[in-house]
């Protein structure tokens, strides 16, 4: 099976890439754009740099904006390309422990059923914090999970980051805790139970990868957020499951203007059942996955949650997907 990690990047070799690199089971793509520095170099890695990534002649490379989270999609293309088999997303600031790893893509898991949105990470902390991309309305809601074991097929796995894990500026401008969360087994979510999933430490399985298209025309701390909730609806089509499973980085994070995150994530506060919805409303099992992930697009087109470029930029990484797998 060839595995590769993917990461964007615009400073030097951080400890998290050269903590990567040297994991013999996964090739790593580091990805550079125009504020990467120059002769860009570390062992063990395939370094993209603005100019290799011209010459790879994809589609999407005439509309992908420079100085932006999603020049990733490079790397994503660049590994399918070479055979990837599945595709791990994390940055360069999530640190790996010793024992990172993702468990098996099917197996017999815990599983909750909630058929809602899910603060997932109350499963594995007692704190009270919550994952970036939980609607506002349940940040104070206490679940109770109760798991039972089943049979399941995991498409994307969900791995926890400690310390600083992904949450959202308001949790940061109010609480701002560190977290180290439980180590619990994983946890698979069945179809209709929601949770926010990032590409801060994300496993896909190959059948999934058209939906790694990151939305390159919304707000940064949205894009990663809103391909996790188009991905959900579509992989419950095709009888796959999100995972979560435990913290396995510790996330050391780059320096952030927590109001500027804010004011970034304001779709995330406001949008998330309404893309659900709109996006489960236009997709069908009898499409493919690339024509589901066009339609939903469409729809949130429709309704004011992307603007026409994405549409055009979805259709340039649908042409490099088809040509790829």
């Not at 401008?173 to 977290?179: Q, S």
């Amino acid at each position: 099976m060839k595995k590769y990690i993917i990461i964007t990047s615009i400073f030097k070799p951080t400890e998290a890439v050269e903590k990567f690199s040297r994991n013999e089971d996964y090739q790593l793509i580091v990805v550079g754009d125009k504020k990467s520095p120059e002769n860009w170099e570390c062992d063990g890695v395939e370094y993209l740099s603005v100019d290799d990534q011209v010459d790879l002649d994809f589609h999407l490379l005439s509309k992908l904006p420079y100085n932006h989270y999603c020049r990733k999609m490079v790397g994503y293309l660049k590994a399918i390309k070479d055979g990837a088999d599945v595709i791990v997303d994390t940055d360069d600031d999530n640190i790996p422990y010793t024992d990172w790893a993702f468990p098996e893509m099917s197996g017999v898991f815990n599983e909750i059923d909630e058929k809602a949105f899910v603060n997932i990470y109350q499963y594995f902390s007692d704190m009270h914090i919550w994952p970036r991309g939980l609607p506002l309305n349940l940040i104070k809601k206490k679940f109770n999970f109760k798991a039972t074991k089943k049979e399941q097929s995991v498409g994307i796995w969900q791995g926890l980051a400690d310390e600083d894990p992904d949450v959202d500026a308001i949790y940061r401008l109010v609480l701002n805790e560190p977290c180290y969360f439980e180590k619990k087994d994983p946890i698979v979510l069945t179809e209709g139970t929601i949770s926010p999933f990032n590409s801060q430490n994300t496993m896909f399985i190959k059948d999934l990868f058209p939906l790694l298209y990151l939305p390159s025309y919304v707000t940064f701390r949205f894009t990663d957020i809103l391909r996790g909730l188009v991905a959900q609806p579509i992989m419950w089509l095709y009888g796959y499951r999100l995972g979560i499973t435990e913290a396995t980085v510790i996330q050391k994070r780059n320096e952030h203007d927590f109001f500027k995150d804010f004011e970034s994530e304001i779709p995330c506060y406001i949008e998330g059942d309404k893309v659900i919805e709109l996006v489960s409303n236009a997709v069908s099992k009898e499409n493919s996955i690339t024509d589901n992930l066009k339609l939903a697009y469409n729809a949130l087109f429709e309704n004011g949650i992307v603007v026409k470029e994405e549409l055009e930029l979805l259709d340039d990484w649908i042409k490099d997907i088809n040509s790829t797998l």
